[in-house]
């Protein structure tokens, strides 16, 4: 029987539990997005360059375990690797407001949480995209991922809205504990989902270490079969390095060029969060009525150039203007993002799920640490306003590999059992 359109999946109790997770957990997120660079930045006096380092540190993960991290997680139950990442990440970020108030914490320190926080958060990514198939069923991944990235985006709204004040008012070390707060809440109510996913299957013969790189080239190979696939981690990858640089510089120029305090670098962040809530709301019907496959390059040919708004605002209603336009870069990424995560899902097995997800985000989020570094190198040599420019060039020439595709045509898109030549 189908569940009332009006609330589909959320009708289903384990997704209802995956949903408040993530809902938790993402708050959790959000709030370490603004107050652990602003630990950085006001707490510890940190310059360009640090900030950039340390943004680099928080995304390493990806380039340090991305590939292994598929391969072990197919071998393993995914709910249960959420669940102990989520626990893990939380004891993580408990040890910053505590090295606080013990005046042992230094910019080092900073490093290293976000080095392991980064490395966590990839395994529970992995794990999490992974999952969704196993508890929707194919049929409903769009509508799934929809309903999950809404979620997020309120998060995104609700997150900076709360920490902004909160770092004001108790200091941004303090914050953090909210954030894994929210984190270790998350993977406890993770606990009560009760459909079991079958049991990875156990293969005896070759040795760990063979299999593992077995396991890794055949995620790789499915991978490189699909043009389609190859043209988005491309673009993902340059969209994400670029994205990175500008992030990094962003808050510096909010903070230092604009003058914003913590709760109007709050409200930027909130604003953003508005965009990305928008796009999930709208992503299916976009993506209907565009087509499945051009939606994914077009909805960034419109809103990446909205980002040159930002360095060209100064204190006063310009702001207001560029933050719209940020509102509009997260409206596009997340009906990307929505088509994308959606594609990938469908067209892959269940037994590469882990994989191929892993290799995507290697491909696509392994330039992230680069990016941070060379933030903070050009925030250092040409300012964080030149940064901004570089970054929102960068980020609206990335569209060029999936436009560049078979997804430039495509309206709909192939299904793992799908025989047809996989470029069509």
């Keep these: 029987m189908p569940l009332p359109a009006r609330f589909g999946l959320l009708r289903e109790p384990d997704f209802g539990r995956l949903f408040a997770a993530t809902a938790l957990g993402q708050l959790g997120d959000r709030i370490i997005f603004l107050a652990l660079p602003l630990v950085a930045i006001v707490a510890l006096n940190a310059d360009e360059f640090q900030v950039g380092l340390l943004t680099a540190m928080t995304t390493a993960g990806s380039l340090l375990v991305g590939l292994p991290a598929g391969a072990w997680v197919d071998r393993m139950r995914k709910r249960s690797v959420m669940i102990s990442t989520d626990l893990a990440r939380a004891l993580v970020l408990v040890t910053v407001p505590v090295a606080w108030w013990a005046g042992l914490l230094t910019v080092w320190w900073l490093y290293a949480v976000a080095l392991v926080h980064g490395v966590l958060t990839v395994f529970f990514d992995v794990a999490y995209v992974s999952y969704l198939p196993h508890l929707v069923g194919r049929d409903n991944l769009v509508e799934g991922n929809a309903k999950l990235s809404a979620i997020r985006s309120v998060t995104s709204i609700s997150g900076p809205g709360i920490a902004g004040p909160l770092v004001g008012w ?5 914050t953090l504990l ?42 790789l190979r499915f991978v490189l079969k699909y043009p389609a696939l190859r043209a988005i981690m491309v673009s993902d990858a340059i969209f994400n390095l670029f994205l990175v640089m500008y992030q990094t510089m962003l808050l510096v120029f909010l903070e230092r060029e604009l003058g914003l305090d913590s709760s109007g670098i709050g409200l930027v962040l909130s604003g953003m969060g508005c965009g990305a809530l928008l796009g999930a709301l709208s992503a299916t019907r976009v993506a209907r009525w565009v087509g499945q496959g051009r939606v994914i390059w077009l909805a960034s040919l419109v809103t990446c150039p909205l980002t040159v708004l930002m360095p060209l605002a100064h204190p006063g209603w310009s702001v207001c203007v560029a933050a719209a336009g940020l509102a ?31 290799t995507a985000r290697f491909v696509s989020w392994g330039g992230i640490p680069l990016g941070g570094l060379l933030g903070g190198t050009s925030g250092s040599v040409f300012g964080a306003t030149a940064t901004l420019w570089i970054g929102a060039a960068g980020m609206t020439a990335s569209v060029l590999p999936n436009f560049l595709s078979p997804l430039r045509t495509m309206r709909t898109l192939p299904t793992a059992s799908d025989e047809l030549d996989p470029v069509t």
């Design 170 to 174: 108790v200091g941004a070390p303090a």
């Design 178 to 219: 909210v954030s894994a707060a929210g984190m270790a809440m998350s993977g406890l109510l993770a606990i009560t989902i009760r459909r079991q996913e079958a049991p990875p299957e156990r293969e005896s013969g070759p040795s760990e270490r063979s299999r593992l790189g077995r396991d890794i080239k055949e995620g």
């Design 328 to 358: 509009s870069l997260s409206f596009g990424g997340v009906v990307r993002v929505v088509a994308q995560s959606s594609f990938q899902q469908t067209l892959t097995p269940d037994r590469l799920l882990g994989r191929v997800s892993a």
